[in-house]
Structure formats: C-alpha cells, structure tokens
C-alpha cells in the first residue's frame, strides 16, 4: 500500500523539526497521528493539530 493510499501526509514535526508525516487515526478526522524519525509515533487532538498545520504551509 503506498502513501496515497493510506491518506498520509507530509509536515514539520511539531516537537522537534524534522520532517515528518501525519494521517487522521478515525473517521470523524477529531485525532491526527504524526510519524517524525526523531520523536517516533504520537497523536494529537485535531483541534491542537490544525494551527500547526497552518503555520507549516
């Protein structure tokens, strides 16, 4: 299954920097999971997940 498929998407990771990918974890799109190299695999609330996507852009 490749990265389109899955609905992944690429992003700055919030903690650290780095480059990093993330995806919603359930259908209502409330909880987003982030995958950073450096800081491993974590979730955030999709309300504190939406200002960092926008600054990212």
Not at 27 to 33: D, F, G, I, L, P
């Amino acid at each position: 299954m490749n990265r389109m498929e899955r609905d992944e998407h690429e992003m700055v990771c919030p903690r650290c920097g780095l480059d990093a990918e993330w995806r919603f974890v359930d259908e209502e799109k409330r909880r987003v999971e982030i995958v950073c190299p450096n800081c491993g695999r974590y979730e955030m609330a999709r309300e504190e997940f939406d200002p960092v996507e926008i600054e990212n852009q």
